[in-house]
C-alpha cells in the first residue's frame, strides 16, 4: 500500500491492506478511479477522502470493499488524535457514516436461528388468540361463536297428497315422541321421524271430514284431531284406538287445538274457545268469548299461564290460565293492530310474555308482544302473508313460513330482525311447520301438496353449549321484588 | 489514574456486550407484548430499568430469547454484530409486517486493544429507558395487527464469522416501499445502539 501515511499504518484495519490494494489496481482501469488514484498519491489522503465523497460516479463502476476500507480507514484517522485537523463537516460525517451502512449491507452475513420461536397457536387454542387481538373485554369473555351454515335446500321431501290448501286450518304436528302427523283429506297419518315409517292412524267418515285440526298431546302418544263437523276426537297413537269424542261444544268446524297438560283448548269457526278437561265426563270446563269469526290460531305459552289465540277477525286475544274454566271469561289484552287474519302465533321460548303474531295476506307483518303489558314492540313487514311462525330453542331465531310471491321460509335474526337465510323449495304457499322436539328439524306443509324438512335450527351437538348459557350468572341479584 | 477509576465508572468490552444484549432480551419480549404477538396473559411484570417490563412466561419463547442471547453476547464481545433485526410477520401470510431494527456500532479500538471506556451506568440506563418507553408508546401509531402474527429474529454479522451450528443465513425480509420511525438510541462508549422501526405502509387509510 503506497499511499499509507505512518498514523494510519498503527491501526490493523479489517479487512488486509494487501487485498485492498490489489482491488485498487484493478480499479486503474476505470479512468476517474484512476484519477483518483493519482491524486491520493500525491495529496494528503484527507483531501483524497473529500473528493471521493463527491464522486460516486456510478454504481456499477464502484468497489465496495474498496471504499468500505477507505471509510473506515477515514474514521480512524479523526479518532486518532494525532490527525486532529477536521477537514470533514457533521454533514460530511453523517453521510459518510449513510454510505458506510448502505455499503455494510453487502458485507454482513444475515443469520436467523433454525429454531424459530413457536408460533402463538402452537400453546394457546385459536379462540384464545382471537380473543387477545380483541379489544373490548366482552369480547374477552365470549368466544366468537362459528357461524352456523344453513342448508339452503330441503333435507328431505315427502308427498303429502290431497293436504287441504285451507288457511284456517292445522294440519300438522310433529309429538314429543319424534313421531309427525299430518292431516291429508279424510285421513291421519303418523311418520316416525327417527326411522322413517309412515303409518295410517284413521280415515274420518265423509260426512264427518275433513280433518281440520291435529295436535299431539304433551305425552306424545295422544292425539286431539278436530273435525268439520265440528266433533274432536281422541286417539291414542300408540294402540291406534278411539278414547273419546268431544260433542257438541262447537257449532262449526274445529280448526285449532292446542293442550295445557290435561286441558285440551278448541278453536272453532263460530268464533268460540272452549277448555275442555278430558279426564273429565263433563269435559267442557270453560269458554274464552272474544272472537267473532273463526279461530284459526290458538298456542298455550310454555309456563301454561297465557293463551295467545289468533282469528279471521284480524283479533288477537291473551288469556289467563286461571280464568279458563268460568264460564265468562275476559281476555287480558286484546290486540288489533294486525289487518287480516292471525293463524300464526309462537311464544318466545327464551322470553317470557314474548309472543310473535304474524298477519295473513292484507296484512303481512310480524308482530311481537309483551303479553304482560300488551304492548306491541316491534312490527316488521315481509312483504308476504304469514302462515306460521317457529322460534329456534337454541338461538335467539324466528322462523316464518310464507305464501305468494316467494312461499318460502325465512330466518331472523331475533331481535335486530335481519334476515339470516330464505329456504325456497315449495311451489305454493307454506300453510303449516311443525318443529322436531329437539328444535333442530322443522317440518311444513304447503299448498303444493309436499312436506319438506328443512336442517334450519342447526345441529343438536353445537346447540349443546349454547344451552348451558341460559343461566345468568347474576340473574338472582336482579330480581325486582 | 487510579483515583478516576474510583470515582468514574468503567465500561468493559465484556460488560458492555451483557448490556447490549440484556438490553435486546427486554427489547423483544416489550415489542412481543406491546404488538400482542402473543398473548397478553402469557406475561409477567417485572421492574427494569425503573420501568415495568413485561417478560414472557412462556417456555418456548423465553428459550428462544436466551438462546439468542448468549449467540449475541458472544459476536457484541467479538465486535462482530452489526445489526439485528426483529421481524414481525402474518402468520397466515409469511407477509413481513414490521421491521425493528437495531443497529450497532462497535469500537473497535476497545475490540482490538482491550481498553475499557468510561460512562456511568446511570447515564445508559436512562438512554435506554427512553427507548423503552418510545417501544410501548409505539402502538400509538403502528398499524394495527390484525391477524395473528409470528417473529423471527436477524442477526447481521460479519462476513468472517461462522455461522454457528444453530444458526442459518436468511434473507433481508425486507418491507417493500416502508414507513418508517427512528426512536432514540443509546450508547455504552463501546457499542452505540440506534433503534428504528419500519413498518408496512398502508395506503389505503389515506
Known sequence: MEAETPSEGLITPSPSPSSSSSSIKRRCLCPVQKTLFRRKTSRENVIFKTLLDRFIPNRSAMDFDYAHYMLTEGRKVEENPKSTETYTSPSKQAYRKVLAETFNMNRSRILAFKNKAPTPVDLFPTGYLSADTATTTSDLQKP?????????????????????DDFYLNLLDWGSSNVLSIALGNTIYLWDASNGAASELVTIDDEDGP?????????????????????????????????????????????????????????????????????????????????HQEVCGLKWSDSGQQLASGGNDNLVHIWDRSSCNSQTAQWLHRLENHTAAVKALAWCPFQANLLASGGGGGDQCVKFWNTHTGALLNSIDTGSQVCAL?????????????????????????PAMSKLAKLRGHTSRVLFMAQSPDGCTVASAAGDETLRFWNVFGTPATTKPAQKKTPEPFAHFSRIR | MASRTATKDIITLRGS???????????????????????????????????PMLLTQDEGVKGFISNLNSQLSEWLEAGKLQRVVLVIMSKATGEVLERWNFSIETDNEVVEKGVSREKSDKEIMREIQAIMRQIASSITYLPCLDEPCVFDVLAYTDKDVA?????????????????????????TKIHKVDTLVSYKYDDEDE
Open chain 1, 211 to 291: 280433518v281440520t285440526s291435529v295436535r299431539w298431546a304433551p305425552d306424545g302418544r295422544h292425539i286431539a284431531v278436530g273435525l268439520n263437523n265440528s266433533d274432536v276426537q281422541l286417539w291414542d297413537s300408540t294402540s291406534e284406538r278411539k278414547l273419546r269424542t268431544l260433542k257438541g261444544i262447537h257449532q262449526m268446524r274445529v280448526g285449532s287445538l292446542d293442550w295445557n297438560n290435561h286441558i285440551l283448548t278448541t278453536g272453532g269457526m263460530d268464533g268460540q274457545i272452549n277448555n275442555n278437561d278430558v279426564r273429565v265426563r263433563s269435559h267442557l270446563i270453560g269458554t274464552y268469548r272474544g272472537h
Open chain 1, 390 to 414: 317457529l322460534w329456534n330453542k337454541n338461538e335467539r331465531e324466528l322462523l316464518s313460513a310464507h305464501g305468494f310471491s316467494q312461499n318460502q321460509l325465512t330466518l331472523w335474526k331475533y
Open chain 2, 163 to 187: 455461522v454457528p451450528f444453530t444458526w442459518i443465513e436468511s434473507d433481508p425480509k425486507l418491507i417493500a416501499n416502508p414507513q418508517m420511525v427512528k426512536l432514540h438510541s443509546f450508547d
Open chain 2, 17 to 51: 456486550a451483557a448490556i447490549v444484549s440484556e438490553f435486546f432480551g427486554y427489547a423483544a419480549n416489550s415489542i412481543l407484548y406491546n404488538r400482542g404477538v402473543y398473548p397478553e396473559e402469557s406475561f409477567a411484570k417485572v421492574k427494569k430499568y425503573g420501568l
Open chain 1, 144 to 164: 366468537v361463536k362459528p357461524r352456523r351454515s344453513i342448508p339452503q335446500s330441503s333435507e328431505r321431501t315427502l308427498d303429502a297428497p290431497d293436504i287441504l
